[in-house]
Each structure stands twice: as structure tokens, then as C-alpha cells.
């Protein structure tokens, strides 16, 4: 029984911060690389970010390169998404996935193995 809940959507004003969790039950982050999705109405999924299985390699796409920061901490099973600098492009729910022994840098979503119900995220202008 796995189940992914995302917690720490809200609206944020631009150039604010805000941050994401992904709290993991029926699996262990340990075994499971961590991913980042978001979809804006009307756009495709988009892979956000991503950290490998063993924690120690970490993607992003090129859109929030050194604005968001992703991690995890085994000790409570919780992948973290850290956002600043945002911008109202950023607007979107954002989902967690886990994919067993990924390497964190995996854009297809269908090659994850669960996912979570997704948080809204909106930046207002």
C-alpha cells in the first residue's frame, strides 16, 4: 500500500519562496529516485526535478535551474521541493512521483512508479 501526499501549495507573491513536501508511506525514498511534475490547464506535464535513488545526484530542468532546489530526508521518508525566486510561469500543480532505483534524471513520466495527487501552486504577478 504506497501512497505519495504532497503538502505546501498555496499562492505566493513573484520573487517569493515557497516550499514542497512529499511525504512517503508503503515505500522508502532510500530505494526511490524522487521526481517533480507540474502542469499548467491546457499544457503538457513537465518534469520539474529530480534526485537519484541513492540521494546523491540531482536534475533540473532548465526553467528553474538555480531558483528551485530539490532533497529528501530518509529519516522522516519526505522529498522536498524547495522554490524561490518565483515567477507566475511558474503557476501549476505540482506532483511527486517515485521511481524504484531511478536516477533522478528520468523526464518520461509513465517510467515512475507512483504518484501523488498533486498541490497547487499559483504566483501571483
Same mark, same amino acid.
Given at each position: 500500500? /504506497?501512497?505519495?501526499?504532497?503538502?505546501?501549495?498555496?499562492?505566493?507573491? @513573484?520573487?517569493? !519562496?515557497?516550499?514542497l !513536501?512529499?511525504?512517503? !508511506?508503503?515505500?522508502? /525514498? !532510500?530505494s526511490?529516485?524522487? =521526481?517533480?511534475?507540474?502542469?499548467? $490547464? %491546457? &499544457?503538457?506535464?513537465?518534469?520539474?526535478?529530480?534526485?537519484e535513488?541513492?540521494?546523491?545526484?540531482?536534475?533540473?530542468?532548465?526553467a528553474? &535551474? =538555480? *531558483?528551485?532546489?530539490? +532533497?529528501?530526508?530518509? @529519516?522522516?521518508?519526505? %522529498?522536498?521541493?524547495?522554490?524561490n525566486?518565483? &515567477? $507566475?510561469?511558474?503557476?501549476?500543480?505540482?506532483s511527486? @512521483?517515485?521511481? *524504484?532505483y531511478?536516477?533522478? +534524471?528520468? *523526464?518520461l513520466? +509513465?517510467?515512475?512508479?507512483?504518484?501523488?495527487?498533486?498541490?497547487q501552486?499559483?504566483v501571483?504577478s
Amino acid at each position: 500500500q /504506497v501512497q505519495l501526499v504532497e503538502s505546501g501549495g498555496g499562492l505566493v507573491q @513573484a520573487g517569493g !519562496s515557497l516550499g514542497l !513536501s512529499c511525504a512517503a !508511506s508503503g515505500l522508502t /525514498v !532510500s530505494s526511490y529516485a524522487m =521526481g517533480w511534475f507540474r502542469q499548467a $490547464p %491546457g &499544457k503538457e506535464r513537465e518534469f520539474v526535478a529530480g534526485i537519484e535513488w541513492s540521494g546523491i545526484n540531482t536534475y533540473y530542468a532548465d526553467a528553474v &535551474k =538555480g *531558483r528551485f532546489s530539490i +532533497s529528501r530526508d530518509v @529519516a522522516v521518508n519526505t %522529498g522536498y521541493l524547495q522554490m524561490n525566486s518565483l &515567477k $507566475p510561469e511558474d503557476t501549476a500543480v505540482y506532483s511527486c @512521483a517515485a521511481q *524504484r532505483y531511478g536516477s533522478g +534524471s528520468e *523526464r518520461l513520466g +509513465s517510467t515512475y512508479n507512483y504518484w501523488g495527487q498533486g498541490t497547487q501552486v499559483t504566483v501571483s504577478s
